[in-house]
Nanobody, 123 residues
Framework: VQLQASGGGSVQAGDSLRLSCTES????????MAWFRQGPGKEREFVAG????????GYADSVKGRFTISRDFGKSALYLQMDKLKPEDTALYYC?????????????????WGQGTQVTVSS
């Protein structure tokens, strides 16, 4: 399984970005998926997750109300819409597919990881 993340870039505070994660073989359609991030000098942390049916989502408190996770089963894609970006959102963002049908905030619950896409937010 190969997850391909894209959409990162350098933006100003208050701007928006949409990250995408695709999986060409559609082998994770029944898996929960999530976005994690690792900022400079920080450990990787959970950002947002979505269940396999898209019916349940969850967010880290730091992004709640600003970020929206979604998935398109037809395109086997996962998205993260990021609005009102802040400098503290600067990080390498990873998409991940869980071992089960539901997302989790624990990294050990994820079997597959994308390569990461860099988001840099300047003030």
């Amino acid at each position: 399984v190969q997850l391909q993340a894209s959409g990162g870039g350098s933006v100003q505070a208050g701007d928006s970005l949409r990250l995408s994660c695709t999986e060409s073989r559609r082998t994770v359609s029944n898996n929960g998926m999530a976005w994690f991030r690792q900022g400079p000098g920080k450990e990787r942390e959970f950002v947002a997750g979505v269940n396999w049916r898209g019916g349940g989502t969850g967010y880290a408190d730091s992004v709640k109300g600003r970020f929206t996770i979604s998935r398109d089963f037809g395109k086997s894609a996962l998205y993260l819409q990021m609005d009102k970006l802040k400098p503290e959102d600067t990080a390498l963002y990873y998409c991940a597919a869980a071992r089960k049908s539901f997302y989790s905030s624990r990294q050990s619950d994820y079997a597959y990881w994308g390569q990461g896409t860099q988001v840099t937010v300047s003030s």
